[in-house]
């Protein structure tokens, strides 16, 4: 009985340690490179109805002040762009092209004014900056 007891004591210890060798490769494993994001574009907005919310882009219009930089993330599972102007009417100030599922775009303005912006891929795509 005693030599019984040993044997699943030690066994009990082993367990521990390697379910604690697991535990800590897994906290390893978290990290991961974060982006601070002003805007992201939120998962699903490539098919109609988050215009209905304005949602497309989140926020659809942010504040800025002349000289400070605004980050936008991608955060769905297809391409999508920041372009500047409308669908159909771009005005050539910016775009970010195909941006990738996590890929992020920093702009800064030098100029006072209202950015409208859109994606190139989905028209119901839009959302402004104001810079002040
Ligand atoms: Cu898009």
Same mark, same amino acid.
């Given at each position: 009985?005693?030599?019984?007891?040993?044997?699943?004591?030690?066994?009990? /210890?082993?367990?521990?340690?390697?379910?604690?060798? #697991?535990?800590?490769?897994?906290?390893?494993?978290?990290?991961?490179?974060?982006?601070?994001?002003?805007?992201?574009?939120?998962?699903?907005?490539?098919?109609?109805?988050?215009?209905?919310?304005?949602?497309?882009?989140?926020?659809?219009?942010?504040?800025?002040?002349?000289?400070?930089?605004?980050? &936008?993330?991608?955060?769905?599972?297809?391409? =999508?762009?920041?372009?500047?102007?409308?669908?159909?009417?771009? /005005?050539?100030?910016?775009?970010?092209?195909?941006?990738?599922? #996590?890929?992020?775009?920093?702009?800064?303005?030098?100029?006072?004014?209202?950015?409208? #912006?859109?994606?190139?891929? =989905?028209? &119901?795509?839009?959302?402004?900056?104001?810079?002040?």
């Amino acid at each position: 009985m005693i030599i019984v007891a040993i044997i699943l004591s030690v066994s009990v /210890t082993i367990v521990g340690l390697s379910l604690s060798d #697991y535990n800590f490769d897994e906290k390893n494993s978290d990290v991961k490179t974060i982006v601070k994001a002003d805007v992201i574009m939120p998962i699903k907005v490539s098919r109609p109805g988050c215009d209905i919310e304005d949602i497309c882009y989140i926020p659809s219009s942010i504040v800025t002040e002349k000289g400070k930089s605004i980050t &936008w993330v991608n955060e769905d599972s297809s391409f =999508h762009t920041v372009t500047s102007g409308f669908y159909g009417e771009p /005005t050539g100030l910016f775009d970010s092209g195909y941006l990738d599922p #996590y890929q992020s775009y920093t702009l800064s303005f030098d100029k006072s004014g209202t950015y409208d #912006y859109f994606c190139t891929l =989905h028209p &119901w795509m839009k959302a402004q900056i104001i810079v002040e």
